[in-house]
């Protein structure tokens, strides 16, 4: 399984970008998916996720009501909607697919099975 990010750039405080992660696979309606990232020196967070079903999401507190996941499963795509981009919110992002049933998504990085090779988000002020 290849996982592949894009849609990363530099945009302005307030302003909204769209990430996007294609996966090679055949069963992506299968996986739970979720965006994590990470700004430079620190560790890695869990930013939003989203049940294989799609019919549950869940955010950060820190992203909550700014940023929206959402998935298209005919296009083995899954989004991250960014709005009022903050210059906190500046990091490398990635999409992580997680093999495991289940009516929740994994808070640890370890319960993920294929990572992106991540984009980077800059948010200046």
């Known amino acids: 399984v290849q996982l592949q990010a894009s849609g990363g750039g530099l945009v302005q405080a307030g302003g909204s970008l769209r990430l996007s992660c294609v996966a090679s696979?055949?069963?992506?309606?299968?996986?739970?998916m979720a965006w994590w990232r990470q700004a430079p020196g620190k560790e890695r967070k869990f930013v939003a996720g989203?049940?294989?079903?799609?019919?549950?999401?869940y955010y950060a507190d820190f992203v909550k009501g700014r940023f929206a996941i959402s998935r298209d499963d005919a296009k083995n795509t899954v989004h991250l909607q960014m709005n009022s981009l903050e210059p906190e919110d500046t990091a490398v992002y990635y999409c992580?697919?997680?093999?495991?049933?289940?009516?929740?998504?994994?808070?640890?990085?370890?319960?993920?099975?294929?990572w992106g090779q991540g984009t980077l988000v800059t948010v200046s002020s």
């Open positions: 989203i049940t294989w079903s799609g019919r549950n999401t």
């Open positions: 992580a697919a997680d093999a495991s049933y289940g009516d929740s998504v994994d808070y640890d990085e370890r319960g993920y099975d294929y």
């Open positions: 696979v055949g069963t992506f309606s299968r996986y739970a």
